[in-house]
């Protein structure tokens, strides 16, 4: 059931119209309280428009503590940036304007799912107590653009919605010229430059409110609109996104910008898989070698790196052997080429979902069988590394 505050009755009934009939209009913020009492499994509350704003924000706080799976939808007349801003750091999930019945429904929605996946979070160890489970982080890198990182990022997340095996996220951490919201076809309402309003008060109830869904199950926290969002986004913020959303998914996977920056570098510290594309033409080689030479000054660690040739049927005149062999690193995993790929893509629709027996489809899935849904490697130590990018940044 969802609890409803709202004084004018027609919006109340508005609300409850669109909500369904198991939503309860309650006479005030007080029996919204006593509802909450006997009701310790209500995923979400409704404050309408007529709700004073601070006494929604003083709601919010507390629930933040009290009720950590309780999404608060607040209804405005008029919503800005400020509103927003003051809403997310206060602890309100979303804000809905007056008349969105349809965006009110949709957010209703997916505060039950996030409810849902806040309870499951935790897993019960010896004594009661409960510890956070840490999902494993496989972040995608070329040091080329048009290798296809975008499209093997969004295929590795849908394969893992697909296999049934876990909950996954994708990240889009090319902050100033992400496609992973294209390539899904997705609407966000919000992007990872929300986060930044929350600074230090970003927490697991905060962030999964600014995720997107996918219809394949995945969930996505998407690159800002702006590019000039990127400059606003600090590499500690992206080292505890990441931190957050490993305790909440099984699998984070991350997309980047072709660049070995520090935002970059901040998710290869969390990363458990690195996988490491190229394609048979010789910048992409050489700007890979490049890769594996810098990651080497800074003492990455050898097993956590993946190469991943893509477009591997190429006919171009450069044998594998050959490859691996100015390279210094074996390819462990080969992606052919494929129509069907930018077809798909296209559509929304990531190739394992669109055509799961595919050469594409199984590649991939092969490539996860084989490094990401194992119990080894586990991620590097939590504590950033601070000093490799200071190196990095000598070196350069």
């Given at each position: 059931m969802t609890a409803i505050v709202e004084f004018d009755?027609?919006?109340?009934?508005?609300?409850?119209?669109?909500?369904?009939?198991?939503?309860?209009?309650?006479?005030?913020?007080?029996?919204?309280?006593?509802?909450?009492?006997?009701?310790?499994?209500?995923?979400?509350?409704?404050?309408?428009?007529?709700?004073?704003?601070?006494?929604?924000?003083?709601?919010?706080?507390?629930?933040?503590?009290?009720?950590?799976?309780?999404?608060?939808?607040?209804?405005?007349?008029?919503?800005?940036?400020?509103?927003?801003?003051?809403?997310?750091r206060a602890g309100v999930r979303e804000v809905v304007q007056e008349r969105d019945l349809a965006g009110l429904a949709a957010a209703v929605r997916r505060q039950r799912e996030i409810a849902?996946?806040?309870?499951?979070?935790?897993?019960?160890?010896e004594g009661g107590a409960t510890a956070p489970q840490r999902g494993r982080v496989i972040t995608?890198?070329?040091?080329?653009?048009?290798?296809?990182?975008?499209?093997?990022?969004?295929?590795?997340?849908?394969?893992?919605?697909?296999?049934?095996?876990?909950?996954?996220?994708?990240?889009?951490?090319?902050?100033?010229?992400?496609?992973?919201?294209?390539?899904?076809?997705l609407f966000p309402t919000h992007t990872i430059a929300d986060a930044v309003h929350l600074g230090t008060e970003l927490d697991s109830k905060a962030l999964l409110g600014l995720l997107t869904s996918h219809r394949s199950g995945l969930q996505a926290l998407v690159a800002p609109m702006?590019?000039?969002?990127?400059?606003?986004?600090?590499?500690?913020?992206?080292?505890?996104?990441?931190?957050?959303?490993?305790?909440e998914f099984d699998y984070v996977v991350i997309d980047t910008p072709p660049a070995l920056d520090d935002h970059v570098l901040a998710a290869f510290d969390r990363s458990n898989v690195v996988a490491l594309l190229a394609t048979l033409d010789i910048p992409a080689l050489k700007n890979l070698k490049l890769t594996l030479e810098t990651l080497d000054l800074i003492s990455y660690p050898h097993d956590r790196l993946k190469i991943v040739l893509n477009r591997s049927d190429s006919k171009v005149g450069l044998a594998l052997s050959e490859v691996e062999k100015t390279l210094k690193a074996p390819i462990v995993a080969q992606i052919p080429s494929s129509r069907d790929v930018p077809a798909s893509t296209n559509r929304g629709v990531a190739i394992?979902?669109?055509?799961?027996?595919?050469?594409?489809?199984?590649?991939?899935?092969?490539?996860?069988?084989?490094?990401?849904?194992?119990?080894?490697?586990?991620?590097?130590?939590?504590?950033?590394?601070?000093?490799?990018?200071?190196?990095?940044?000598?070196?350069?």
């Open positions: 009755a027609l919006g109340a009934e508005s609300i409850r119209g669109a909500l369904g009939a198991d939503a309860a209009v309650l006479p005030g913020l007080l029996a919204l309280n006593a509802h909450l009492d006997v009701n310790p499994f209500e995923d979400c509350v409704v404050l309408g428009s007529s709700v004073d704003q601070q006494d929604v924000f003083a709601l919010a706080q507390d629930m933040r503590v009290r009720r950590p799976s309780l999404g608060v939808v607040m209804i405005r007349r008029r919503i800005d940036t400020a509103i927003l801003a003051d809403a997310l849902s996946r806040l309870r499951e979070s935790v897993e019960p160890i995608v890198f070329s040091a080329k653009g048009g290798c296809g990182k975008t499209t093997l990022s969004t295929n590795f997340a849908s394969a893992i919605a697909d296999s049934g095996k876990g909950s996954v996220v994708i990240v889009d951490l090319d902050l100033a010229f992400g496609d992973v919201a294209i390539a899904l076809q702006d590019p000039s969002g990127a400059e606003t986004i600090s590499t500690t913020l992206i080292v505890h996104i990441i931190d957050l959303l490993r305790q394992v979902s669109d055509d799961p027996k595919n050469p594409v489809s199984l590649a991939i899935r092969k490539f996860l069988d084989d490094y990401v849904f194992v119990a080894n490697g586990d991620a590097i130590p939590t504590q950033m590394r601070s000093d490799r990018r200071t190196s990095l940044r000598r070196k350069k």
